[in-house]
């Protein structure tokens, strides 16, 4: 039985095994099921058994390609490294002097741990971590970062430090806990690099599972118009379902641009959040905003894209990337969940149990039966595929 020195745990209700299973990452491309010792908590850490993680396309940029993965200093590939970030469950193990949660608390988990030392992580910036990777041999900064410089999801259970830990209220589903995290990464692109007040207009251009929850979140706060563009008229629906005032099929508006503006007193909006990835994204971005607007990048693009930057710079423009979702951000993004501001699930598509994990990416990388997001779970019988409508 699992029983390290100094830490809590309560076999009677959570019984926690030695080995657990685990997917573990080999050349690109390829996953392989595995058996690993179950993490041990440390100061300030915590067990959580991972009752379903939700498949990110970042987990396929690291599968398939490496980064932004970052495993002793180097490609994720070959290292017994297991990913997966987007992921909830129950804190079942505590480390030593750990009293900020209990036992059977529910949670969704937080990526990014941060080393808490550089100037970025003391600014609460832990997602631009200074030290990012920097967890082995004399390089030991503690920086975690779930599924990226450190074990993650596709597995029973991970060690998670306390200030990544957002507690979650039993009604809600574990397929809609594993969206916490992508919400969060909406709101800290709306409220902490955007700096959106209530009542400025944002367009979100690309109806991923970004854009859609940044839809959400800024019609929750407050936001008017939200306009969201894409290419297939049923993400934009479900864009409609979330919030959005007006949606552009680009497919069909070439001009999407103008389009924008026009929905917006011909001016263009206040704030763009970019999350489609596409090569004439980032300049149709800066051109839909207003004169001093924001663009906020959240998708990159497989190739170096041209920009108007005379543009950007005669309009004052601010143009800033985005790191996952830091300043506590998914807390907030949290609040709205549990008020039931919007509906999160509505990207939700489909689950399947954890050994079927190459299947769900597939569904996930190849948006098979349109698949948005694509949800593991341990404990599901694997015999069972369930498929949400
Ligand atoms: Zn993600
Ligand atoms: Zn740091």
């Not at 509906?343 to 939700?348: F, G, L, R, S, V």
Request: glycine share 10%; net charge negative.
């Amino acid at each position: 039985m699992y029983a390290p020195p100094g830490v809590k745990t309560n076999h009677n209700e959570f019984p926690i095994a030695e080995t657990m299973r685990a997917w573990v990452l080999g050349d690109p491309g390829e996953l392989s099921m595995s058996e690993k010792p179950v993490p041990v908590p440390k100061k300030a850490e915590v067990l959580v058994r991972i009752d379903a993680v939700a498949i990110c396309q970042t987990d396929l940029e690291i599968i398939y390609h490496g980064p932004p993965a970052l495993i002793q200093g180097g490609q994720p590939f070959n290292k017994n490294f297991t990913p997966g970030h987007e992921y909830m469950g129950r804190v079942v193990a505590l480390g030593p002097g750990v009293d900020e949660c209990k036992i059977g608390q529910r949670v969704a988990v937080e990526i990014h741990a941060g080393c808490g030392q550089c100037k970025r992580c003391r600014e609460g910036m832990y997602t631009s971590c200074h030290n990012y990777g920097m967890n082995y041999g004399d390089h030991d900064k503690g920086h975690r970062a779930n599924g990226f410089t450190t074990d993650g999801g596709f597995c029973e259970y991970q060690v998670n430090n306390v200030n990544t830990l957002i507690p979650i209220p039993e009604e809600m589903s574990d397929e809609e806990g594993t969206l916490v995290v992508t919400a969060g990464t909406g709101m800290y692109a709306l409220t902490e690099l955007g700096g959106l007040m209530a009542g400025e207009s944002v367009c979100v251009t690309g109806p991923g599972p970004i854009g859609l929850l940044t839809v959400a979140v800024a019609k929750a706060l407050g936001a008017q118009p939200v306009i969201l563009t894409g290419t297939r008229d049923n993400r934009l629906q479900i864009g409609k379902e979330l919030g959005a005032d007006a949606v552009i099929n680009i497919r069909k508006e070439p001009d999407v641009v103008e389009a924008v503006k026009k929905l917006n007193g011909g001016k263009g909006v206040d704030y763009a959040v970019e999350c489609s990835a596409a090569t004439s994204a980032v300049n149709d971005a800066v051109h839909m905003v207003n004169r001093g607007g924001r663009v906020c990048l959240a998708a990159y693009a497989g190739d170096k894209v041209p920009v108007d930057v005379a543009h950007i710079v005669r309009n004052n423009i601010y143009l800033c990337g985005i790191r996952g979702e830091g300043k506590s951000a998914t807390h907030r993004a949290e609040a709205f969940m549990a008020q039931k501001r919007f509906d999160a699930t509505k990207i939700h598509t489909h689950t399947f149990p954890l050994d079927d994990l190459p299947t769900a990416i597939r569904y996930a990388k190849d948006r098979v039966e349109d698949a948005i997001k694509v949800v593991v779970k341990a404990k599901m019988d694997a015999a069972h595929k369930e498929a949400v409508e």
